[in-house]
């Protein structure tokens, strides 16, 4: 599978240098909706990948710290044109794409969950149904569906996306590192 896949992380803070120091190559996005989808239509553009693999951190009110949960399905939980009738996380008028982007799942032995992006660090409930979220994933699903790529997505559980969030995910990085890393190399 590492054959035609490519590894894309929002940020250097997430792997710690842990997968460079194993001179594993990645693609990191920089942080929100905007530069995942770049990222990945660039990457999945010069290196013709057939999957991409987001390995990242994800805050959540259900799931516990230091849990890998791969993300079964994204949702937008930024997107909100109620006022105009829609429900929050529909993007209007774009029929190729519903509110929900369902992934084939890859790792049996982790917990799924469903995960809202938005361009905000999260530090309360959503008003979309998911139980963790994240700022880049929904992005990186919807290229990935519309160019035909496989996406297969994991997050650590930093934090619980409530008032100390901002300071659990600072700290947990590491450990995170760690997990996914070790996720990484037992790819076969």
Request: some cysteine; charged content about 20%.
């Amino acid at each position: 599978m590492k054959d035609n896949l490519a590894l894309i992380m929002a940020l250097p803070n997430e792997s710690k240098g842990l997968f460079e120091q194993a001179g594993i190559p990645i693609h990191y996005s920089g942080i929100g909706k905007i530069n995942a989808a770049f990222t990945a239509y660039d990457v999945i553009q010069k290196t013709g990948c057939k999957t991409i693999l987001n390995l990242g951190s994800a805050g959540s009110s259900t799931f516990n710290a230091h849990e890998l949960i791969e993300v079964k399905t994204f949702v937008q939980r930024d997107m909100d044109v109620s006022p105009l009738g829609f429900e929050v996380g529909v993007t209007p008028m774009d029929q190729h794409f519903p509110q929900e982007i369902h992934l084939d799942c890859y790792f049996p032995h982790l917990s799924k969950g469903i995960c809202g992006t938005g361009d905000s660090f999260e530090t309360g409930q959503p008003k979309v149904n998911c139980n963790l979220v994240d700022m880049e994933g929904y992005a990186l699903a919807k290229v990935c569906k519309k160019l035909n790529v496989r996406l297969i997505s994991v997050k650590y559980i930093t934090d619980g996306a409530n008032d100390t969030a901002h300071l659990d995910w600072e700290e947990n990085l590491l450990l995170g590192a760690q997990k996914l890393l070790k996720l990484y190399q037992s790819l076969d």
